[in-house]
């Protein structure tokens, strides 16, 4: 019999989540081979994963699969026919334009971060789609942490693209038995819930650094998700979407675990710590970056986002964590589902 055909897969970004998606889609059991390329920007990081077998800095204790190879020239993602860009929101356009010479017209490009790009007000499938227009993006998001996706816990998320078959293939090519993915042609509903919710996140974190109790952060994720609906629905995103994985539930993770870097971040600035010193502890936070392009383009449409607006305030150094308080706790009374709502 002949050799079966090998599917190549590459993933972008050697960190935590890029490792255990990679991983993912390296599993035997599919039907055909499988090889995965992990990209890793550092040479040196590249060299302690081929000579240990583990990313010992972002995922320890995780054996890479023998069909993961890590590499740290673009080149030799050539010839892949699906790229993982598993890399932070803010580094996506200069990644993608080191890849672009060496992608085929017609490889989809699956954006796996969340966020929005705070120098353009880009959505992150915007940003794909201008550097790599004969390339069709989608968006993997939903509640999930890698260290859990990674030790085979049940998690389901949400992969989008704007042609609905591509998205059911995409899920197919990643799919486990633990890992469950939806399909949906909700570009920006879905990337809109990864967002937002991150910003939502520092909100509910510093809530509980200030002990200010579970009804409190019950309030601040339930009042949280109606300012992700409002602003989904003004870019047009489906409610039925936001109220999914990739919005509600991912909220309700991020908004709650100890283990979300914004909620870790949010926690600290409560507790007292300067900002500096916040995110020294807690690491990359996404919500951080992209907060005030979130409520600049919720001013550009007039879309009410108090929560939001006040962590801008308090990142901006503009007003306290008690004046925030303060400022949210005397808003005007007024009907919980009125027509914004």
């Known amino acids: 019999m002949p050799p079966s055909p090998t599917r190549r897969i590459a993933v972008l970004g050697a960190g935590a ?7 993912l889609a390296a599993r035997p059991g599919r039907g055909d081979d499988v090889e ?10 590249v060299v302690e994963m081929m000579a240990t077998g583990i990313n010992a800095r972002h995922l320890p204790g995780v054996p890479i699969l023998s069909n993961v190879r890590p590499i740290s020239e673009p080149a030799e993602v050539h010839g892949c026919e699906l790229i993982l860009a598993v890399i932070p929101a803010q580094a996506l356009r200069p990644v993608l334009e080191l890849f672009a010479p060496y992608l085929a017209n017609g490889v989809p490009i699956v954006v796996c971060a969340k966020g929005i790009e705070n120098t353009t007000g880009r959505f992150l499938s915007e940003v794909a789609a201008e550097i790599l227009p004969d390339n069709p993006p989608a968006i993997l998001s939903g509640p999930s942490f890698a260290t859990e996706v990674a030790q085979g816990l049940p998690t389901a998320v949400t992969v989008a693209s704007w042609d609905g078959e591509l998205a059911a293939k995409i899920a197919g090519m990643l799919a486990a038995p633990t890992f469950r993915l939806y399909s949906s042609p909700d570009v920006r509903g879905v990337e809109i819930g990864g967002a937002a919710k991150n910003v939502l996140a520092i909100a509910s974190g510093i809530a509980a650094g200030r002990g200010l109790g579970a009804s409190a952060g019950a309030a601040l994720i339930a009042r949280g998700f109606a300012e992700l609906s409002r602003f989904g629905r003004a870019h047009g995103a ?9 919005g509600l539930g991912d909220l309700v993770l991020t908004c709650t675990s100890a283990i979300s870097r914004n909620y870790a971040f949010g926690v600290a600035l409560g507790r007292g710590l300067p900002i500096s010193e916040a995110v020294e502890r807690s690491g990359l936070c996404e919500g951080v970056h992209t907060c005030g ?18 962590v801008d305030a308090v990142l901006a150094e503009r007003i306290s964590i008690e004046e925030a308080i303060t400022l949210l706790l005397a808003r005007p009374s007024k009907a919980e589902l009125d027509k914004d709502d």
């Open 17 to 23: 989540w890029g490792t255990a998606l990679a991983n």
């Open 36 to 45: 995965v390329a992990l990209w890793a920007r550092d040479p040196a990081h």
């Open 238 to 246: 489906k409610p039925s979407t936001l109220a999914g994985l990739s």
């Open 293 to 310: 392009v979130l409520v600049d383009l919720a001013h550009a449409k007039e879309i009410d986002m108090p929560i939001a607006a006040a």
